[in-house]
Each structure stands twice: as C-alpha cells, then as structure tokens.
C-alpha cells in the first residue's frame, strides 16, 4: 500500500482550480480536511479517501509501533538498550502505557475515518462502477484497522458508523473477537468483489488491488485458524483466497531476494511479489509530516555526523535490536542467499568507518534487511559504504518502504494449510518455492515426512523469510508458541554464553500468558462506561 502524498497534493491543487477566486478565500486549509467535511464529487471522494489512508503511515501504526516497537520481543530479536523505553517489547507494558493508548486511538481514528467515508459517499454522484470502487478501497481500509484491532487486544468495540465527540455512541461493549473476525470477513468480501486487479491490471499503484484483499482475508483465516479461536475450518477458506492470488499468474516470487529489499528501500514500485506495502515518501523538507522510521530504528547501525564535507545530509540509525542467537542459528549461512542480507555482521561508526563485528560475539550483531546503507568491499581489506536510500536524507525518518504481504507469505500460508488438513505432500512443493529463491534446493522429503515434522520446519522457514518484518509475534501467538519460545531462546542465549544477568533475558523473564494480548488504554476504559477490561489484563496491572 502506498501513501502517496504527492497524489494528494495534486488532488488538492485540482480541486481549488475548480474553485473561483472568491471561493479560495472560504475554504479550509487542506491540512485540516477530512472525510466528514469533504466530497461531493470523485476528486474530492479520492481526498477524503487518502485521509482514510494516512493514518497508516503514522508513527503509531506502521510508522513505528507496529512495524517494530510492538512486534518485537519474541525468538528473532532482542531489544539493545538498557531502558525500557520499547516497553511493550520487554513485557513490561500495562493499560497505562502511552504508546498502547496511542496505537488503539488511532485505529479507532482509521476507522472512524472509513465509516465517515463510507457513509457520505453513498450520496455523492459519482458514476456506480468509480463509487463501487472507491467503496471498495474504503472497505479493506477499514478491514485492515480492525483486524489489527483483534489480533493486538481480542476483544474490542465494533463500530459500523461514524461517531462524533461526546457521542453516545462512544459508550459500547466490546464484541467477542469472532463477531469483529465476521465483520472483517464482510469488508474483504465486499473488497474484492470491487477493487481492480494489481498495477498490470487496472488498479492505481499503491492502493489496495483484488490481490491484496484476498491475500488479506487469506492471513485473517490463518488467524482465525490458530489460537485462541481455533476455527479449523479457517484452512480451507485460507487455502481458497490463496488461489485467488497464485491463479491470477500476476504475482511472483522476484529472483533475488535482496531486490525484494532493495526495491522497498530504494522507492522502486514492485507489486509483483510484494502484493501490499506501506510506502513511505519522505517529504518532511517540503513541510509535509510523514513518519516512517524504518531502517532508522531496525537497521545497520549508522552513526555518521549529520552532514558530509559538501554538506550532503548523512543517514542514521539507531538500530534498536539485535537478531538473536536463536535465528542466527537458524540459518545456514554458507547454502542460504538470505543470510547475508538479514543478518550484518557490521556497522558505521562516527568516522564513516565500517567496523567489521567479530564472529565472537554474533549477539552483537544487527538487522541487515531495511538497512539505509550498504557495504562496499574496498578490495584492500577494508570496507566503504554506498548509501541506498533515495530522496531526502533525514537523521531519523526515512524513505524506506514496508512490504505488509509478500507473494512468499501467500505460499507459506498455503503449505502450513495443507499440511494443518493432512495433505503434507502437497503443502511441499509450496515451502520448495520459498526455499528455492534462497538458493536452498528442495528439502529432503525425510525431514518434512509427518505433518509435526512439517510443521516445525515451517516455522523456522517463516522466521528465516519474514524476519523484521513484523510477522513473527503474530505467528507464535496464533501458533500458541509465544512463551515457549522465549523459553527456547533463553536456552540458546545461556548456550552460547551470555550471562543471565544481562538485560538480554528481560522479554523471557517478563514473559506470561497475559501478553498473547494488549491490555485495553485505561483511558478508554474510565470513559466508555460500557467496557470492561480484557479477562487476561483484568486486575493484572
């Protein structure tokens, strides 16, 4: 998915033409549209449409929390510094941390947004088949909010209808998290029948395509499949929306695995394996707000001075986590092609040196995926860099796209559905796809002979293909494997030697049931008068 800004400015600059001089002078600053003050028309409804949009890009979603803050502490990474500002990584988080309140309120500003939309283009006078679609679009956004919603806090209000503030609407139970899954269902269903085929079809690059709807309700029945709901019909259905996306012969895995990564951090449009991204533009130097940290706090770390000798603005990254020993091992790292690219065994320093990291001590190493520079071999024994991202370099936000579903996941999600239905040899070939990019070849048919056998080695596959990517605590959760793993990695880590004093072990040793969900905002619960607590939080702050 793409945010595109420049998009909406020209929309902006279209629609003032359309205006006359006198007018210009009433309107609203565009700053301040939004989707219930706006639209008559298609360029309007396309205005109040990125609105709808935007909020995904912001730091509380994807920008930040979701993409790393949230996502992180489980078996692929560990939380580097000694404060416990990534408090919800370390399981030290309770219904008074701000960033919980914040991602929950703007889900709920999301949504808000799309019902608004949804609501009042219904009058517009838009030509059906353009309405349908811009309905459509509305639809999966709305989809998408909830079901982050669902799988973040289970239990949550399901709210169909605008709300305004001081509403009664405001004061609302919180649905059983199948009835929120059903509405899900309802939006993607709606979604796809509407929305055009990807960019080599007839959709807008950036936005949300057919594909991208069924890959979505594809990972919503996978979801529903796993715990707590356990609904073992959910594979199938999973299995079925796969189909819609292999069967379109549109999407593909790309040759190289690292052009994959590339492409998100050098702005180049690929929807081919990456159905649906986060796209972030970075247009802070034109005063437009945006906020996409990624590869400032998830990647190499970067610790060049603010600008070169010709005054060029230099990038940054502070790298907040290391991969673990667990996925490091989980590699092999002479056969496997993402290796290299996922795991860096080096850094930048003040100086502009690479500093090569010793074998020694691998638990020191960083997340190489979203880097914002890459190592250049000097052929002397040294190492220079060549900075990859594109466009305006700022110390702390980046340019740098994230890839919410990739082609690999959808052939993923198809092997562990078969294999989950008994049908492990035909889950194979599917999981030798992922592994054949890798320069891996086909796995040996006696490791993979039972479906538990499967099972495991899809699991280290999705860690090894996914990894920073922000799909793994959702996996172990669905998995029922969050605590376990902690125990797993615990293990690894005093193997290999790390002290059990050191704050490495905090999301292991801070780790219970509990956190398989957020606890709801206190603030939200003080003032809807109708909601109570979720039961695992309850009395547990």
Known sequence: MKINISWMLSLSILFLGLTSCHDELDQEPYSSISP???????????????????????????????SMNFTNGTDEAVYNRSNTKWSVALYMNNSSTYNIERAWT??????????????????????????NKLLAEAHFLR?????????????????????????????????????????????LTFAYKYLPNPTGGTAQYGHASRTAAHALLA??????????????????????????????????????????????????????????????????????????????????????????????????????????????????AAQDNRYEWNIANWKVNKKGKVIILKDSNKSKWYPGKFRRVDRVDNGDGTFGYDILETGAIDKNFTGINYPYLRYSDILLIKAEAL?????????????????????????????????????????????????????????????????????????????????????YYRQCNNIDEKHNLLPIPLKEVTINQLLDQSELWSGQD
């Not at 298609?42 to 935007?54: I, K, M, P, Q, T």
């Not at 608004?116 to 009058?123: G, P, S, T």
């Not at 989809?143 to 709300?163: H, M, Q, S, T």
């Not at 891996?440 to 280290?460: H, Q, T, Y």
């Open 419 to 503: 294999n989950e239905l008994t049908q492990t040899g035909e889950a194979i070939p599917y999981l030798n796809m992922v592994r054949g990019r890798a320069g891996l070849g086909d796995i040996n048919p006696a490791l993979v002979a039972s479906k538990d056998d499967f099972f495991n080695e899809l699991m280290d596959e999705r860690m090894r293909e996914f990894c920073f990517e922000g799909i793994r605590k959702h996996d172990l959760i669905r998995w029922g494997k969050l605590q376990t793993n902690m125990e797993i990695l615990r293990q690894d880590m005093e193997n290999y030697g790390i002290a059990t004093s050191s704050w």
């Open 219 to 332: 990972r919503v029945y996978m979801t529903m499949a796993g715990k707590p709901l356990q609904q073992q019909n959910a594979y199938q259905l999973a299995i079925n929306h796969c189909d819609s996306v292999i069967n379109t012969g549109y999407h593909q895995l790309l040759p190289s695995y690292k052009q994959v990564f590339l492409n998100e951090i050098e702005d180049r449009n690929d929807d081919k394996e990456v159905i649906f991204e986060i796209q972030f533009g970075n247009l802070r130097p034109q005063g437009i707000r945006e906020d996409g940290r990624i590869g400032n706090l998830n990647g190499v770390a970067i610790q060049l001075p603010k600008a070169d000798a010709s005054g060029n603005l230099n990038p940054y990254a502070y790298a907040f986590h290391y991969p673990s020993i667990t996925m490091i091992n989980k590699f092999d």
């Open 143 to 187: 989809a998408f909010y909830y079901f982050d919603l669902v799988r973040l806090w289970g239990d949550v209000p399901l709210r169909k209808l605008p709300i305004t503030e001081g509403s009664a609407a405001n004061n609302i139970v919180a649905s059983p998290s199948l009835e929120v899954y059903n509405f899900i269902i309802e939006d």
């Open 106 to 131: 703007t889900l709920y500003k999301g949504i808000n947004s799309a019902n608004y939309f949804l609501a009042r283009i219904v009058d517009s006078e838009i030509e059906e088949g353009k309405r």
């Open 36 to 66: 219930e003050t706006f639209y008559k028309n298609e360029a309007e409804a396309r205005l109040a449409l990125a609105a709808v949009y935007s909020d995904i890009a912001s730091d509380a979603l994807y920008g930040s929390l979701l």
